[in-house]
């Protein structure tokens, strides 16, 4: 069985920092893009950023200049540092990963974990 765990979420003031953390764990044979979705009370989850095993990152208008994301193949882990919150950052982090499966490793699945509340406070 694969899983995604998201950790590091809480409660920061407006202009702190969080560090979030998605680990996964299982039969893994390889990750591929790893991306990171938010949901805020009453709205459509939306993708924040996202990274390829190769590092190359992508990132949504609203968090560019603000957020980080990156990468530890070695313990198939995807960071996301965010710097310079605000309230409208607030919501559920979701992390997404395409994962190749053994014994043969010809599809991809996409597996989601559960999610980590961020709550920015004005």
């Known amino acids: 069985q694969v899983q995604l765990v998201e950790s590091g979420g809480g409660l920061v003031q407006a202009g702190g920092s969080l560090r979030l953390s998605c680990a996964a764990s299982?039969?893994?044979?390889?990750?591929?893009?790893m991306d990171w979705y938010r949901q805020a009370p009453g709205k459509e989850r939306e993708w924040v950023a996202g990274v390829t095993r190769a590092g190359d990152v992508a990132y949504a208008d609203s968090v560019r200049g603000r957020f980080t994301i990156s990468r530890d193949n070695a313990r198939n882990t995807a960071y996301l540092q965010m710097n310079s919150l605000k309230f409208d950052d607030t919501g559920v982090y979701s992390c997404?990963?395409?994962?190749?499966?053994?014994?043969?490793?010809?599809?991809?699945?996409?597996?989601w974990g559960q999610g980590t509340q961020v709550t920015v406070s004005s």
């Open positions: 299982g039969n893994i044979f390889s990750i591929n893009d």
């Open positions: 997404k990963a395409q994962i190749k499966l053994p014994p043969q490793p010809v599809y991809e699945y996409t597996y």
